[in-house]
């Protein structure tokens, strides 16, 4: 069973950077969706960034696009989402997620992820 673990969450000021990555526990076969998605407090859980699969096109939020920028290394099994112009809207805790995907479906869809990490708070100071 795939584990994802996420790190790189922190504090930074209002248009300052952050990576997170996401390093899963064992191989992510190439058909895999992996998603970036957040939390903040009182609010639904949102898409951010996500994979359709290994070599398949990316898709942002638009509350993010030209900002945020996912990547993968697979020599390292680890998924990263670089976050520039950070706002205080920004502000959540941010989840890394991977399943195999019904086709069709969309992989800023968190309905559709059985493989979860614990999360990494976001904190974006104004």
């Known amino acids: 069973q795939v584990q994802p673990v996420e790190s790189g969450g922190g504090l930074v000021q209002s248009g300052g950077s952050l990576r997170l990555s996401c390093a899963a526990s064992e191989f992510i076969p190439d058909y895999y969706a992996i998603g970036w998605f957040r939390q903040a407090p009182g609010k639904e859980r949102e898409g951010v960034s996500c994979f359709s699969s290994d070599g398949g096109p990316t898709y942002y939020a638009d509350s993010v696009k030209g900002r945020f920028t996912i990547s993968r290394d697979n020599a390292k099994n680890t998924v990263y989402l670089q976050m520039n112009s950070l706002k205080p809207e920004d502000t959540a805790v941010y989840y890394c997620?991977?399943?195999?995907?019904?086709?069709?479906?969309?992989?800023?869809?968190?309905?559709?992820?059985?493989?979860w990490g614990q999360g990494t708070q976001v904190t974006v100071s104004s």
């Open positions: 997620a991977t399943d195999s995907l019904m086709s069709g479906s969309s992989c800023l869809d968190g309905a559709w992820y059985d493989y």
